[in-house]
Structures are given as C-alpha cells and as structure tokens.
C-alpha cells in the first residue's frame, strides 16, 4: 500500500520557522521525485517544490524561493521541508505528492500536479500575523 505521511505543521508566529516531513513507503522511492503543494481555503493548489530521488534535482516556485528550502533522505524514503521566514500567507494546508522521475532534472521547474501519482493526507500550517 502506498502511503504519504505529512508531519510537522504547525502554529507559528510570522518570520518564523517550521520543518516538514514526508514519510513515503509502498512504491520504489529512488525513481520518483517529492514535490510539495498548499493549498489555502477557496484557492488553487500552489505547487512549491519538488526533489528528484533519482539525480537530486530540486525546484522552487518564485513565492517561497529563498525561503524554502527542500531535502531528501533516500536511506529512510523522507523528504523534508524546512519553511523559513514564514508569512501569513503561508497559511494552508501542506501536502507531498510523488510522481515516477520520468526524465532527467524533472524538478529544475516543479512539475504540475497532474504529473503526481500519489498524494498524503496534508498538514496544516497557520501563520499568524
């Protein structure tokens, strides 16, 4: 059974710092690549980043570049996100959705989310002003 697991949302105050996870297990994590989405009340879901698990490649969406900042650990099939520098309008819920590393460098521009096979259940993370 493949899964996704969010951890690490939170309450936090603007300016500061919170650390996601994505705990992945049922597929061969080494050929997929992590991408992150949020997606707020009555908006779209946002594409963040996204971490290849094949060849490292990363990719940040212009709101949170050099904020965010995108991890892999392919030895306990974790990719992290440490969140930096967070803004009320960072308030959403988070997910982590994988998708089969189907060519070189797929996160140098973060793949869109139809690109995805599989997505986790979210994480909600509020940023008070």
């Known amino acids: 059974e493949v899964q996704l697991v969010e951890s690490g949302g939170g309450l936090v105050q603007a300016g500061g710092s919170l650390r996601l996870s994505c705990a992945a297990s049922?597929?061969?994590?080494?050929?997929?690549?992590i991408g992150w989405f949020r997606q707020a009340p009555g908006k779209e879901r946002e594409r963040l980043s996204c971490i290849s698990s094949t060849d490292g490649s990363t990719g940040y969406a212009d709101s949170v570049k050099g904020r965010f900042t995108i991890s892999s650990d392919n030895a306990k099939n974790t990719v992290t996100l440490q969140m930096n520098g967070l803004k009320p309008e960072d308030t959403a819920v988070y997910y982590c959705a994988a998708g089969w590393a189907q060519y070189p460098s797929i996160c140098r521009v973060v793949p869109q989310k139809g690109q995805y096979d599989y997505w986790g259940q979210g994480t909600q993370v509020t940023v008070s002003s």
């Open positions: 049922g597929f061969t994590f080494d050929d997929y690549a």
